[in-house]
């Protein structure tokens, strides 16, 4: 009975620390990984891109090398160009989802020279809105 006490009371502080962690800079978040035995991983993010592809030839090459630059940072496709329905807003006919272990994990990728090499092939080739997500849980 205690252990299972101590087991709600850490999952308590854990959902404490998520939330507060959310609304600090990275810097203190890294200070506090060190300092603290409770801390956990930071939360998980969603690389979000709606596409509208204007050259099939350029954005082949742009996918080609976008794949591996992500999957190199960790991103694990969930959705890549499916079906879908457009509830709300203007859409765009490609949509890709991608989850990273963090949103500055998300970030390091989109900077990182693989992809910023990848995405020279999109810029031309596609219009696109690309936004990075920090998920709940």
């Given at each position: 009975?205690?252990?299972?006490?101590?087991?709600?009371?850490?999952?308590?502080?854990?959902?404490?620390?998520?939330?507060?962690?959310?609304?600090?800079?990275v810097r203190q978040k890294r200070q506090l990984r060190r300092?603290?035995?409770?801390?956990?991983?930071?939360?998980?993010?969603?690389?979000?891109?709606?596409?509208?592809?204007k050259d099939e030839a350029a954005f082949g090459k742009y996918?080609?090398?976008?794949?591996?630059?992500?999957?190199?940072?960790?991103?694990?496709?969930?959705?890549?160009?499916?079906?879908?329905?457009?509830?709300?807003?203007?859409?765009?006919?490609?949509?890709?989802?991608?989850?990273?272990?963090?949103?500055?994990?998300?970030?390091?990728?989109?900077?990182?020279?693989?992809?910023?090499?990848?995405?020279?092939?999109?810029?031309?080739?596609?219009?696109?809105?690309?936004?990075?997500?920090?998920?709940?849980?």
């Open positions: 009975l205690r252990l299972q006490n101590w087991a709600v009371k850490a999952a308590v502080v854990v959902r404490i620390w998520r939330r507060v962690a959310v609304q600090m800079p300092l603290s035995p409770v801390w956990v991983a930071e939360m998980a993010a969603l690389w979000i891109s709606h596409v509208s592809v996918a080609a090398l976008a794949g591996p630059a992500i999957a190199k940072h960790g991103g694990q496709f969930l959705a890549r160009g499916g079906r879908f329905i457009q509830l709300e807003g203007s859409g765009r006919p490609r949509n890709v989802v991608v989850k990273f272990e963090s949103l500055e994990t998300a970030e390091a990728c989109y900077k990182s020279p693989d992809y910023q090499a990848a995405l020279v092939h999109a810029q031309d080739a596609s219009e696109r809105d690309l936004l990075l997500v920090e998920t709940t849980d």
